[in-house]
């Protein structure tokens, strides 16, 4: 009895379309995806972790670069600072160097400082900034997601000094 049991039940399972399965597997690695940078975007927020002031550029920058701490990363398109296609929360990257920067919102990108247009501050929920950076080449512009109004303040000074053009309006 007990065999015809197991036989019965493994019949059952194995009688039901595939498809359920690849559909029920591709929702669970959805929601998985989905979930775990939205935990570690909202343990950001609530932690205060990007609100401590972190960088120290008045010192000068050293050879491995200064890192900025990041709320979320967006890849924009240059028209428009509201239209973005891509979102980081998990693995936002910028990196101030004394030549370039370095960002990522999927893949890590350099650009020399020669290469940025303009740089804007754009209020957003508060207590977020975002930080959006124009480049003379290509339709994609860099925004950053920051807490922290000191460590926006000497980002601006340092890019100004550096002669990228800070949009004076937003700042």
């Keep these: 009895m007990k065999g015809n049991l197991m036989e019965v039940c493994m019949q059952e399972l194995l009688s039901f379309n595939p498809l359920l399965y690849i559909i029920a597997i591709i929702i669970f690695l959805g ?23 972190a960088l120290q550029l008045s010192a000068g920058i050293p050879i491995e670069g200064v890192r900025v701490p990041l709320i979320a990363s967006k890849l924009g398109i240059k028209q428009s600072a509201s239209i973005t296609f891509a979102q980081n929360n998990l693995t936002p990257l ?51 997601y920051m807490a922290n109004q000191q460590d926006l303040d000497q980002i601006m000074r340092f890019l100004e000094s550096k002669g990228v053009r800070v949009d004076a309006g937003t700042w």
């Design 31 to 53: 929601l998985l995806i989905g979930f775990i940078p939205l935990v570690l975007f909202i343990w950001r927020m609530v932690s205060g972790y990007s609100k401590k002031p």
């Design 94 to 144: 910028l990196v101030i160097y004394a030549d370039r920067i370095t960002y990522r919102v999927f893949f890590k990108r350099e650009k020399y400082y020669n290469q940025i247009d303009s740089v804007a501050v754009y209020p957003h929920l508060r207590p977020w900034t975002r930080l959006r950076f124009v480049f003379k080449e290509g339709t994609w512009s860099f925004i950053a």
